[in-house]
């Protein structure tokens, strides 16, 4: 299984959004709401946009893995 230039976007894009939210989830802060004057803002949400696409996007990745990565070892 080669990784890919959009799978690492993808990756990357999820990662920020987790971020995201576990700031505010833990700290009541909203760094991209921050970053773009506001939670509400047209960039704010086309950047949610991103993740949530970004995130459907690697939901594709359960089917793209191989059985081998997804046995356990007996031994």
Known sequence: ???KALDITALT???IGAINWGLVGFFNFNLVGMLTGG???FIAR???ALVGIAG???LTLYSRLNEDTMT???R
């Open 13 to 15: 894009i999820v990662i």
């Open 46 to 48: 086309i950047i949610y």
């Open 72 to 74: 356990v070892s007996t």
């Open 56 to 58: 459907i996007y690697m």
């Open 1 to 3: 299984m080669g990784i």
């Open 39 to 41: 939670g509400t803002s």
